[in-house]
């Protein structure tokens, strides 16, 4: 549902936000010969039930890399103290340094921030105390991992909300970083 000219609120918009991302991703970067990477795209099952999923990616494909795409948490709403949540919605994708389990690679994450920088993407950078993603996994499997989050109020309730320009701009970064030398 929209709510003004850039909000979109809906359930599952953590799941359903990620895939449109990806899926973006994919329209443009298919059939490009500028592409700096083999780009495969994934959606994996049971993350919050002990990333279950990401595991059989690397059973199945050889992987360098990772970008983890996954809802990001916000302060930006009464009685949740943005110290602890800095994003906010509206501001960009959000590069996540560490979560309550792993840090990530920091030199991924700075090169996908940096990028956003000089490619004039909006940029947020944070650290999530109590959240967890596939990445952890695909890094505890010797896979170079960054999380790319896009800024989500609300999360888990039925009225999860997103900007639309986060998205895009969470598009722009991931077509960027795979066709960028």
């Given at each position: 549902r929209r709510l003004g000219e850039h909000?979109?609120?809906g359930k599952a918009m953590d799941d359903r936000v990620?895939?449109?991302?990806?899926t973006l991703a994919g329209e443009r970067l298919a059939g490009r010969d500028d592409l700096r990477f083999e780009v495969w795209l994934a959606s994996t099952i049971?993350?919050?039930v002990g990333i279950i999923g990401a595991n059989s990616l690397v059973d199945e494909l050889?992987?360098?890399r990772s970008i983890s795409l996954d809802v990001g948490l916000t302060g930006d709403v009464p009685g949740v103290d943005p110290r602890m949540f800095p994003g906010k919605i509206g501001g960009g994708p959000i590069v996540v340094y560490n979560d309550?389990?792993?840090h990530y690679d920091w030199a991924?994450?700075?090169e996908l921030a940096a990028l956003a920088r000089s490619s004039s993407i909006p940029v947020q950078e944070s650290s999530f105390a109590n959240y967890g993603s596939?990445?952890?996994q695909m890094i505890r499997r010797g896979v170079k991992s960054a999380l790319m989050t896009y800024p989500t109020r609300y999360t888990h309730s039925p009225i999860e909300t997103v900007d639309i320009r986060d998205v895009e701009w969470c598009v722009d970064l991931l077509v960027k970083y795979a066709t960028t030398g």
């Amino acid at each position: 549902r929209r709510l003004g000219e850039h909000l979109v609120t809906g359930k599952a918009m953590d799941d359903r936000v990620a895939l449109t991302i990806a899926t973006l991703a994919g329209e443009r970067l298919a059939g490009r010969d500028d592409l700096r990477f083999e780009v495969w795209l994934a959606s994996t099952i049971q993350e919050e039930v002990g990333i279950i999923g990401a595991n059989s990616l690397v059973d199945e494909l050889e992987i360098d890399r990772s970008i983890s795409l996954d809802v990001g948490l916000t302060g930006d709403v009464p009685g949740v103290d943005p110290r602890m949540f800095p994003g906010k919605i509206g501001g960009g994708p959000i590069v996540v340094y560490n979560d309550f389990s792993v840090h990530y690679d920091w030199a991924f994450t700075e090169e996908l921030a940096a990028l956003a920088r000089s490619s004039s993407i909006p940029v947020q950078e944070s650290s999530f105390a109590n959240y967890g993603s596939d990445g952890s996994q695909m890094i505890r499997r010797g896979v170079k991992s960054a999380l790319m989050t896009y800024p989500t109020r609300y999360t888990h309730s039925p009225i999860e909300t997103v900007d639309i320009r986060d998205v895009e701009w969470c598009v722009d970064l991931l077509v960027k970083y795979a066709t960028t030398g």
